[in-house]
């Protein structure tokens, strides 16, 4: 597996994402090489600039939409319009005021430096508890996610060596950082309301932010569909949390995208009963002393990371019920979703020679 997309390569080719329904941009669809990297976000004109020497076939995928495998490099991928089909959900009422929300989740990260490449596929059982307002007795840090059940899978790659293959362990604190148990990466439940332009038919719109458009939404085929661009504030497009400066760490997001993707209804007001899933597609430059022994390297570490997070189980409860439950820390059994999309190629193959062994 080559290390080459370690660096800013030069693109040789240039490709447009768009939906199979209406042929407009895709921003935050993620493509990944036949090795398993991922080498290329999506902006929001659907180009993705794929590096010179990538490896097809590709695989694109976008939130909504079918996955499409790429034998040779083209101009455009078109996705197929992906079709749900689900129950209808309850409303928590005033007397049961916080909601707990079950979900799964599945994360893909992707690192490279010069001269070694790194993939880590991750399952996960998450719980959150959250409300419309204050409510007494209630810790607004419980909106982050209590990891309830955890599985993860590597894959190490360097030159004139074989691929090493390994569950990693459990206190692995290296592997934990960059993942959704380090706490950055957490499932979302924004409320939206369709725009105006929206409402009044329109399949496609946009909320401008400081640099670039802060927000693109989307209704058909009985879905909503919000893509949020999480650096459109920030000079330059780029992010550098201090908290990981305290850590040894310095991390440059480039792209931080967050879709979320609903189920249509007539009153075009969207809130957790009615998400599908949403996802999370993250290009991150990583500097600092912790890379010498974490990935054997001086050089910064390129990373993308691909995350979805499918909402299980909504239930509504009293306080005391909350205080409750917030202090069970028993295992959870992995529960699938109706809406999971397919895994992505590479990390069903290493998932079949790990669980094989």
């Known amino acids: 597996m080559a290390a080459l997309m370690a660096t800013s390569a030069v693109a040789a080719d240039r490709m447009v994402v768009v939906g199979g329904d209406d042929g ?116 607004s840090s419980d909106e982050r996610a209590n990891v309830k059940a955890s599985r993860r899978y590597v894959r190490m790659a360097r030159p004139e060596l074989p ?35 929206i409402r009044g ?21 009985g879905r909503y569909m919000t893509t949020v661009d999480f650096l459109s504030d920030h000079k330059g497009h780029v992010w550098s949390p201090g908290l990981f400066k305290l850590l040894g760490i310095t991390m440059d997001f480039n792209r931080f995208d967050v879709g979320s993707c609903f189920r249509a209804n007539d009153a075009g007001v969207y809130d957790i009963y009615d998400l599908l899933y949403s996802s999370m597609a993250v290009e991150t ?22 995350i979805e997070f499918y909402p299980i189980e909504v239930t509504s409860h009293t306080v005391d019920e909350y205080k409750s439950m917030r202090k069970d820390k028993s295992p959870m059994k992995f529960r699938l979703p109706q809406t999971l999309l397919p895994e992505i190629p590479a990390a069903a193959r290493l998932k079949f020679v790990l669980d094989a062994d």
């Open 24 to 139: 407009l941009p895709l921003a935050g669809a993620t493509v990944l090489s036949d090795s398993g990297l991922i080498v290329g976000i999506s902006d929001n004109d659907g180009v993705v600039a794929v590096p010179e020497g990538a490896t097809y076939p590709l695989t694109v995928r976008s939130m909504g939409f079918g996955i499409v495998t790429v034998s040779e490099p083209r101009g455009s991928v078109v996705l197929p319009v992906v079709e749900y089909s689900l129950p209808e959900v309850t409303v928590s009422n005033a007397d049961r005021p916080i909601r707990r929300i079950i979900w799964y989740c599945r994360e893909y990260t992707t690192s490279a430096t010069p001269s070694d490449t790194m993939q880590v596929y991750g399952e996960y059982m998450l719980e959150t508890f959250n409300t419309d307002g204050k409510v007494k007795g209630y810790k």
């Open 163 to 197: 691929d090493s293959v390994f569950i990693p362990s459990e206190d692995d604190e290296t592997l934990r950082v960059f993942s959704v148990e380090g706490g950055l990466f957490n499932p979302r439940v924004d409320k939206f309301e369709e725009t105006a332009a």
């Open 201 to 221: 038919g329109g399949r496609i719109d946009s909320v401008a932010g400081k640099h670039s458009a802060r927000a693109i939404m989307r209704k058909d085929n």
């Open 285 to 306: 430059l990583v500097r600092g002393k912790v890379l010498k022994w974490a990935f054997r390297s001086k050089d910064p570490v390129k990373m993308h990371m691909s």
